[in-house]
């Protein structure tokens, strides 16, 4: 198994992606320009676009995938080519906010159904500690007929991408990595240095390496949780939080965290994987599900000061035109899915209002399809009784005011949750303006 490394180097041994969604997608893109690649998914449709030269990520851009030499494939039976497998799925909760690993299960029933003697698994996949070992080991030695540790062997490698950053890449983000003996780590190591310009940092075991992930994203959900929270505290104060926020943050060692829906893959998902392992082991999460707890209610809170904002304006609420601006889970990306503005437009709707909804950037089909929801147009945002500033987009932020005030109807009610907008301007303007 030593020498896999320099077969992968002299293009004798393929790698390959199972998951090409924003992490697996870059992932193959990078390791392409090293080494032979396969990339897999069960989507037909997502595989064709790729093969079409179409990114439907927004993560690397059509042009790098026209020109990229992976080897794009719906077909199971191709992963047979490699021998270096790296499994980049998708690791949800359930509506009782439990793990889903039926993702991950199902990648290394394929994998395992294709996998070949002398091969290393890695696993990118957010879990909790023990997931690699304990459950996807088992799938891969039942469905391969192979013993983990003599036939094949797998490691842990937490993806660290962070969708619509074009700073933050894979290149530029230390990688750790962890193998379940020194020979495997030494190989996983080595693989991934081959595209992580910022090195790698050796994990002391598989477990050590999944908790690292589980709690880099527990950590800023916590912190994030805390601003929300004096949110909520300033406003029933009279105060504004951002301008509290800029004056605590001239100490050195304020850290910088702002208010906001928490939504996406990483952040509000992951501290439930934490907890729900602490509580199998008989201990049950304070802070963390605290966090959880203000963090999910805040579409509930921005609904309902918008209810507020209105009565106050004396809009008629009842036949209240309500426009939201960007419905993605972070900016400047396609992504709608775990969004946490569909809270909002949920909580209007027990109002009995309908908010029309516009998103530029967001995959429209999609949100359609998970939500049932249909994107208005730029021309309908208008003559609204209240605007919504939801995700801040670039193009968002490109505007002028006139842009927003041209939108907002009479006595103008503007609500900015990411305080895009220069408070003093909008109120010497006479616009009812709340933000986070």
């Given at each position: 198994?030593?020498?896999?490394?320099s077969q992968i180097v002299?293009?004798?041994?393929?790698i390959?992606?199972?998951?090409l969604g924003?992490?697996?997608?870059?992932?193959?893109?990078?390791?392409?320009?090293?080494a032979q690649?396969?990339?897999f998914?069960?989507?037909?449709e997502?595989?064709k676009?790729?093969k079409?030269?179409?990114d439907?990520?927004?993560e690397?851009?059509?042009?790098?995938?026209?020109n990229t030499?992976?080897e794009f494939?719906?077909?199971?039976?191709?992963?047979?080519?490699?021998?270096?497998?790296i499994?980049a799925?998708?690791?949800?909760?359930n509506?009782d906010?439990?793990p889903d690993?039926?993702p991950?299960e199902s990648?290394s029933?394929?994998v395992?159904?294709?996998?070949?003697?002398?091969?290393?698994?890695?696993?990118?996949?957010?879990?909790y500690p023990g997931?690699t070992?304990?459950?996807c080991?088992?799938?891969?030695?039942?469905e391969?007929?192979?013993?983990c540790?003599?036939?094949?062997?797998?490691g842990y490698?937490?993806?660290r991408i962070?969708p619509g950053?074009?700073?933050?890449?894979?290149?530029t983000?230390?990688?750790?990595?962890?193998?379940?003996?020194l020979?495997?780590?030494?190989v996983?190591?080595k693989v991934?240095?081959?595209?992580?310009?910022?090195?790698?940092?050796?994990?002391?075991?598989?477990?050590?390496a999944?908790?690292?992930k589980v709690i880099?994203n527990?950590?800023?959900?916590?912190?994030i949780?805390?601003?929300n929270?004096l949110?909520?505290?300033f406003?029933?104060?009279?105060i504004?939080?951002?301008?509290?926020l800029?004056?605590?943050?001239?100490k050195w060692?304020?850290?910088?965290?702002?208010?906001?829906?928490?939504?996406?893959?990483c952040i509000?998902v992951?501290?439930?994987?934490?907890?729900h392992?602490?509580?199998?082991?008989?201990?049950?999460s304070?802070?963390i599900l605290?966090?959880r707890?203000?963090?999910d209610?805040?579409?509930?809170v921005?609904?309902e000061s918008?209810?507020k904002?209105?009565?106050k304006?004396k809009?008629d609420?009842?036949?209240?035109?309500?426009?939201?601006?960007?419905f993605t889970f972070k900016e400047?990306?396609?992504?709608?899915?775990n969004?946490?503005?569909i809270?909002?437009?949920?909580?209007l709707?027990?109002?009995n209002?309908?908010?029309?909804v516009?998103d530029p950037?967001?995959?429209a089909?999609?949100?359609?399809q998970?939500?049932g929801l249909k994107?208005a147009?730029?021309?309908?945002?208008n003559e609204?009784?209240?605007l919504?500033?939801a995700v801040?987009h670039?193009v968002?932020?490109?505007?002028?005011?006139?842009y927003?005030l041209d939108?907002?109807?009479?006595?103008r009610?503007?609500?900015d949750?990411k305080?895009?907008?220069?408070r003093?301007?909008l109120?010497?303007?006479?616009?009812?303006?709340?933000?986070?």
């Amino acid at each position: 198994m030593n020498n896999l490394y320099s077969q992968i180097v002299n293009q004798k041994a393929k790698i390959s992606l199972v998951g090409l969604g924003y992490v697996g997608m870059p992932i193959a893109v990078a390791f392409a320009k090293k080494a032979q690649v396969i990339g897999f998914d069960l989507n037909k449709e997502k595989v064709k676009l790729y093969k079409n030269g179409i990114d439907p990520t927004k993560e690397v851009g059509d042009d790098v995938i026209k020109n990229t030499k992976v080897e794009f494939t719906s077909e199971a039976s191709d992963l047979k080519k490699a021998k270096f497998h790296i499994v980049a799925v998708p690791t949800p909760v359930n509506e009782d906010h439990t793990p889903d690993l039926r993702p991950v299960e199902s990648a290394s029933k394929i994998v395992g159904q294709n996998l070949t003697e002398g091969s290393i698994v890695v696993f990118e996949s957010t879990v909790y500690p023990g997931v690699t070992e304990e459950i996807c080991v088992p799938i891969l030695e039942k469905e391969s007929g192979l013993i983990c540790g003599k036939d094949f062997k797998v490691g842990y490698s937490p993806e660290r991408i962070n969708p619509g950053d074009k700073v933050h890449r894979l290149e530029t983000i230390v990688k750790v990595v962890s193998g379940m003996d020194l020979e495997s780590l030494d190989v996983i190591a080595k693989v991934y240095e081959l595209v992580v310009d910022a090195g790698v940092h050796k994990a002391a075991s598989i477990k050590v390496a999944e908790a690292a992930k589980v709690i880099e994203n527990s950590q800023r959900d916590i912190n994030i949780a805390f601003m929300n929270e004096l949110s909520l505290i300033f406003h029933k104060m009279g105060i504004d939080t951002k301008e509290v926020l800029e004056a605590a943050g001239t100490k050195w060692n304020f850290l910088k965290f702002s208010p906001g829906l928490v939504g996406g893959h990483c952040i509000g998902v992951d501290p439930y994987y934490l907890t729900h392992k602490a509580e199998q082991l008989g201990y049950h999460s304070q802070i963390i599900l605290a966090g959880r707890q203000i963090n999910d209610g805040m579409g509930r809170v921005v609904a309902e000061s918008a209810i507020k904002l209105m009565i106050k304006n004396k809009k008629d609420v009842a036949n209240a035109k309500v426009g939201i601006f960007g419905f993605t889970f972070k900016e400047n990306c396609p992504d709608t899915r775990n969004t946490k503005v569909i809270d909002i437009v949920n909580e209007l709707r027990e109002f009995n209002i309908e908010p029309l909804v516009f998103d530029p950037e967001a995959d429209a089909e999609e949100a359609e399809q998970i939500y049932g929801l249909k994107f208005a147009s730029e021309d309908e945002m208008n003559e609204l009784d209240l605007l919504i500033i939801a995700v801040n987009h670039d193009v968002f932020a490109n505007q002028n005011l006139n842009y927003w005030l041209d939108r907002v109807e009479n006595k103008r009610v503007i609500m900015d949750l990411k305080g895009m907008l220069n408070r003093d301007e909008l109120e010497s303007l006479n616009v009812s303006y709340w933000r986070l």
